[in-house]
């Protein structure tokens, strides 16, 4: 009810008042934001309702349970439900306050401005240099010297650059698994993306890889709007600065049941069910 | 009623009883080893259908090795003549064999140009661009035509093809027995092969890997020529090699289409005999047992096996060295 009173007011500032309250309300207004959004597979509703803003140079972290439709949610934010047949969606899904599913937006376009990251690492099997480069070298032929500098730079956002720079031309495939997330990290950094999705990043590392892309997505959040989707409720509560809390209702369609600052849902959360998640009562 | 039910209860407590005593019959000898016989039956049974496999293999090689050792004894042909000799000619003792290796090299190379890009073309619109339900009609159609028999295919190059390349490209230019036609018709038989293990090929790719190039924002091309194509690459590359094997083994269409009797030319729009040709059109002949003649087709024979046994070899180093391991 507040998220939309500011929305309306930010939106009669832009259009009457001048250019410095546009820059204060435009840093203001959430980068991402679905609206009452239902997703389906076939008849199937997998998510509804959800309304969820995401704030740029913020971690948004969505938690809840198994099957409650946190990675659906996630993948309808770069429409990576598309891939799959018979699903569809209702509600709006905005990026800079433009509908990503309207039909004149493309799908190509969208997800290299919502760049995604993995639940498994999942580097192609190319060189590490190739990898990284893939992204760039969709959008055009680029001169070698300046790619070099993309990769270097992407890898050293992903905290990667030292532990691969002799390397670059061996296989990605032959990093361990931590590294191999990073370099899937690097790799959407150098498309230069506005928004980065993670869904389950680390859940197939151990703590010392999760720990370091932990830290990475401190670094990252200074840049882009995050969406994280998580079963590590710890992992939540350490990196995020929001929290979404979904659960699966009766007939299995999940449903944000509280959205708040990270540090009110894990300490006095206003949901009955969602207290019981964050101190491990059930899920 | 009641007797019977006191039968039934004896009967469980016997059953019971039975099976306590199967399972432990004694407390000192329940970890002894027990002989097993329906397992040695069968494991022997498999070892011997494996065996059959790689004994008939191993009579092939004596038998082709035998008769070309004989060929290669006489003093009418030397090694080196048989490797760089460009007539073959048994009835004036001419055993050069390039005529025919260069034949059937002609007829592969046209079928391969064929047959990988079709094929390959094929595969990825199966694997990436169908719908599940174009899918289950398409690939049941293309394995339809690997069952076409071979002899079907000849007479298709003979009436179909060849009349077709002569209005194309004149009368004059082409021969009505030729290689190229051959060589086309053989393409469109190996389609369904390299289509059909491309194809398997391409869909063993991890679906992480396609989801990872279109969240990069790479179209749907892009991501199969880009990604899943060079991470499918050892399995192509195998469907490639056993395409190339097939056409060199091709016996029907060429023998055919192409022509009857050795030629050493490199226009593919002339007559040559390939060497499976002339196997067939020779041994189908009177020949005498143990003449030189009879043992010439073995000595071509071995070159076929020597052919495809590296192109075999090739493929296996193919698919190790390439084979990418996903998590």
């Known amino acids: 009810m507040t998220q939309r009173a500011t929305l309306v007011s930010a939106m009669n500032a832009m259009t009457n008042i001048g250019t410095d309250t546009q820059t204060i309300v435009a840093a203001d207004a959430p980068k991402m934001k679905t609206e009452s959004l239902s997703i389906y597979y076939s008849a199937f509703r997998a998510v509804a309702d959800v309304t969820l803003p995401v704030r740029d140079r913020q971690i948004t972290a969505i938690i809840g349970p198994s099957g409650c439709g946190k990675s659906t949610l996630l993948r309808a934010l770069n429409r990576m439900n598309d891939l799959v047949a018979g699903s569809h969606i209702q509600g709006k899904v905005t990026l800079d306050g433009e509908d990503i599913y309207a039909p004149n937006m493309d799908v190509v376009d969208i997800r290299r401005r919502i760049g995604m990251v993995f639940q498994r690492p999942n580097p192609f099997p190319k060189t590490i240099y190739d990898n990284v480069a893939f992204g760039p070298r969709l959008y055009g032929r680029i001169p070698k010297t300046e790619l070099d500098e993309i990769v270097e730079s992407s890898l050293r956002r992903a905290a990667l650059w030292d532990e691969v720079k002799d390397k670059l031309k061996q296989s990605g495939l032959a990093l361990s698994g931590g590294q191999q997330q990073r370099l899937c990290i690097a790799r959407a950094v150098a498309a230069e993306p506005e928004v980065i999705l993670m869904d389950e990043p680390c859940s197939a590392l151990d703590p010392v890889a999760t720990l370091k892309i932990e830290e990475l997505m401190q670094e990252l959040k200074k840049d882009y709007a995050i969406v994280i989707v998580t079963h590590n409720m710890q992992q939540a509560a350490r990196v995020s600065d929001y929290t979404a809390m979904m659960m699966m209702r009766s007939d299995r369609a999940g449903e944000m049941i509280e959205l708040d600052q990270t540090q009110k849902i894990f300490t006095r959360p206003g949901d009955k069910r969602t207290e019981d998640y964050v101190s491990g009562r059930f899920g | ?327």
């Open chain 2, 1 to 327: 009623m009641t007797k019977g039910v006191e039968m039934r209860e004896q009967n469980i407590t016997m059953t019971i009883g039975r099976g306590v005593v199967v399972a432990r019959p004694d407390s000192r000898d329940a970890l002894r080893k027990r002989p097993r016989v329906g397992e040695r039956v069968i494991q022997s049974l498999l070892f011997a259908c494996g065996f059959i496999s790689i004994f008939t293999t191993l009579g092939i090689v004596f038998v082709l090795g035998e008769e070309s050792f004989l060929f290669f004894g006489s003093e009418e042909v030397s090694i080196i003549e048989f490797v760089t000799g460009t007539v073959w000619q048994p009835a004036v003792g001419e055993f050069g064999i390039l005529p025919l290796l260069l034949s059937t090299l002609i007829t592969s190379i046209v079928a391969m140009l064929v047959a990988i890009p079709v094929g390959l073309s094929a595969a990825i619109f199966l694997s990436e661009y169908a719908s599940p339900k174009a899918r289950s009609i398409l690939k049941p159609v293309l394995e339809l035509l690997a069952g076409v028999p071979t002899v079907v295919y000849g007479y298709f190059a003979l009436t179909f093809m060849t009349p077709l390349l002569r209005s194309v490209f004149g009368q004059d230019t082409i021969e009505v027995y030729n290689m190229a036609s051959a060589g086309l018709v053989m393409g469109i038989m190996i389609v369904p092969l390299v289509a059909s293990m491309s194809e398997d090929a391409l869909t063993a790719v991890p679906r992480s890997m396609r989801e990872a190039a279109f969240g990069l924002g790479a179209t749907k091309l892009e991501t199969s020529v880009s990604v899943v194509v060079p991470a499918a690459v050892s399995g192509i590359m195998a469907a490639v090699i056993v395409g190339i094997s097939r056409a060199i083994g091709e016996t029907m269409i060429v023998a055919l289409a192409a022509g009857a009797g050795p030629n050493f030319t490199f226009n593919p729009f002339k007559a040559a005999e390939t060497m499976t040709g002339h196997i067939a059109r020779i041994s189908g002949g009177d020949l005498s047992y143990n003449s030189i003649d009879y043992n010439s087709i073995f000595a071509i024979g071995i070159t076929l096996f020597l052919m495809t046994l590296g192109l075999n070899i090739i493929s296996r180093y193919f698919v190790n060295r390439f084979r990418e391991v996903y998590q």
